[in-house]
């Protein structure tokens, strides 16, 4: 099974050893698990030069070193602070009171005793310095400097996210290491603050914990846990109860009927992770979701302008690990074939190499990833970190449907619209859960007029149903992907010259509408005119709710017989403005 973290970030004092070098063992277990592939960073509050002393040969054993309680970092760049020393004002006010005071690079250390005193000088001098405690020693630092700032630096150094990055820590200064990192670890003998807060705590303590957990499941992806403080947060059940899933090391799949508000939700979910810190890519082949570029070190790309190569994409995670939207809707289907043959698999591979991009979204997945798609052959589901979007779920390939943690189903209206697809949901609620197709019906229909349901691999018989939060960033739909895509063939427009009488004309998009409604016989165009049906197919199918009330206004307009000739140049006129123009 692969494995999600890329990285391990240790304490020193009271995690790796109880004082000085730590155990042969425990080396031997970083070292393999750097041979591995994975990075580790120590993350200490000592002085390096002191911890030099104490450990000579302790840079040879890590990609970086975290000093100072995170305000001095040291690694394959050389050694740097991140911030000003602490004003030497203060050591000299200790030392004037009888403390032993040792100063590094950047911050002050002493016994916890001189806490009183310290913060009296820190205040008589009106500085911005910052107390830490470390078991029986006192740390004085420039405000807002943590071990967990200092390594989200390190590993940035290291083109690694703190999301793909495990902390391992046994005091009080150690909160925000743990907190930083994906997965928080207290060693048996951390305080008890820190294992309240820690998502595992483990059996032995120090160096034979950190050894043990090293060669453990967890690291090597066998078991996953999943932290409690990084959740989406999808909306509530009727009872006001919030509804949420993990935001990393599952796969989500969300499925409803054309229109039913899939990839409402998929917005919401990318919106969820990029808030929280992931990298994600969506690979959006209709141009839904490039409003998700509001947010802040998110980019949409192609759309008009073609997409960016692989290579690109992958520049593009890489250098700011942000998130990318990939609008394919203005690509020809051979090209968007072409795509989704490669760009699994070099996203795949490069997760495996520093973790980015955390998520990778498909919106419409039964197109890449049915049993002869393009997509399947790259696809690495066990990675995790997936979400599919699509109406049609039993065409997806057997490795896609299969690896599925987590089902959100949206609920058909009560009114469906006539030309809509059946309702997916209770064959493949059923097919999940295993329930009978009559019961999950029964139960969906207990559900009301709710708009969601979700269901999780590890409790099958559980129907969670819920409505959805607002989003962030508004959800448009774009309808410039109509203009040349060809729409699935319940959808497209079939021309008549009366009740029962096709024509053997039918637009699969609006450009071949637009083509075939200027050809066309006057009848023809009278007919549809007479029934409403231009305005009902641009309203029902394309939900665009202006056009069709411009062609609505348009059909209840006198035509006199058969003369439909101004009627069909004021359609087309419309139609020009609104997107062909």
């Not at 998110?298 to 290579?311: E, F, I, K």
């Not at 269901?455 to 309808?479: E, G, N, Y």
Request: proline share 6%; aromatic share 4%; with cysteine.
């Amino acid at each position: 099974m692969p494995d999600y973290f890329r990285a391990v970030a240790v304490d020193f004092d009271g995690t790796l050893t109880s004082g000085g070098r730590p155990a042969d063992d425990v080396l031997h277990a970083i070292a393999d698990t750097r041979a591995a592939g994975r990075r580790v960073v120590l993350v200490t509050g000592r002085i390096l030069t002191e911890l030099r002393a104490d450990f000579a040969d302790v840079d040879q054993w890590f990609d970086a070193i975290v000093a100072e309680n995170g305000a001095v970092i040291s690694g394959t760049t050389g050694r740097r602070r991140l911030v000003e020393p602490v004003d030497p004002r203060i050591r000299h006010s200790l030392q004037r009171r009888g403390h032993e005071v040792r100063a590094g690079l950047v911050l002050l250390a002493c016994r916890a005793d001189a806490d009183v005193d310290a913060l009296a000088a820190i205040r008589h001098l009106g500085l911005g310095c910052q107390l830490v405690h470390n078991r029986s020693e006192l740390m004085i630092l420039p405000g807002g400097v943590s071990k967990g700032t200092g390594l989200v630096q390190a590993l940035a150094d290291l083109g690694l996210s703190p999301h793909s990055a495990i902390g391992i820590g046994d005091a009080q200064n150690d909160h925000t290491l743990l907190e930083s990192c994906e997965l928080g670890v207290a060693v048996s003998n951390a305080v008890d603050a820190l294992k309240d807060r820690a998502d595992i705590v483990l059996d032995q303590p120090d160096g034979l914990g950190v050894a043990a957990f090293l060669r453990g499941p967890v690291l090597r992806g066998k078991q996953r846990v999943h932290p409690r403080r990084w959740h989406l947060d999808l909306g509530t059940t009727g009872s006001g109860e919030p509804v949420t899933v993990p935001a990393s090391q599952v796969n989500l799949l969300i499925t409803g009927a054309s229109r039913s508000g899939k990839s409402y939700l998929a917005g919401m979910v990318a919106e969820e992770l990029i808030d929280l810190g992931y990298s994600v890519v969506l690979v959006d082949p209709e141009g839904d979701h490039a409003n998700l570029a509001q947010i802040p070190g998110v980019m949409a790309v192609g759309g008009h302008d073609a997409p960016p190569d692989l290579q690109h994409l992958t520049q593009l995670i890489d250098a700011g690990r942000g998130s990318v939207i990939v609008d394919l809707s203005q690509m020809s289907a051979r090209t968007q074939h072409a795509y989704y043959q490669a760009a699994p698999a070099r996203l795949e591979s490069l997760r495996a190499g520093n973790g980015l991009p955390h998520w990778v979204i498909f919106d419409e997945a039964h197109k890449p990833l049915h049993d002869q798609g393009p997509a399947r052959a790259g696809y690495s589901p066990s990675r995790k970190g997936h979400c599919l979007v699509t109406h049609r779920p039993a065409d997806l390939c057997a490795e896609a449907s299969g690896d599925i943690d987590v089902l959100i189903a949206m609920l058909a209206d009560a009114s469906p619209d006539p030309l809509a697809e059946p309702d997916p949901v209770p064959d493949f609620v059923a097919k999940f859960t295993g329930l009978p197709q009559s019961d999950v019906v029964a139960r969906l229909r207990e559900l009301g007029s709710t708009p969601a349901v979700l269901v999780r691999r590890t409790a099958p018989h559980d129907l969670v149903a819920f409505t959805p939060r607002s989003r962030r960033t508004s959800h448009i739909r774009h309808w410039h992907r109509y203009t040349n895509s060809t729409l699935d063939k319940h959808l497209q427009f079939y021309f008549h010259r009366g009740e029962h009488q096709p024509t053997g004309m039918v637009a699969g998009n609006l450009t071949q509408f637009h083509r075939e409604l200027a050809r066309c016989d006057a009848a023809i165009v009278e007919h549809h005119l007479r029934c409403g049906d231009f305005s009902r197919w641009i309203g029902g199918v394309l939900r665009d709710e202006v056009l069709a009330e411009q062609f609505a206004a348009i059909e209840r307009a006198p035509h006199p017989g058969t003369n439909a000739d101004p009627a069909r140049a004021a359609l087309l006129t419309a139609l020009e403005n609104r997107y062909l123009g």
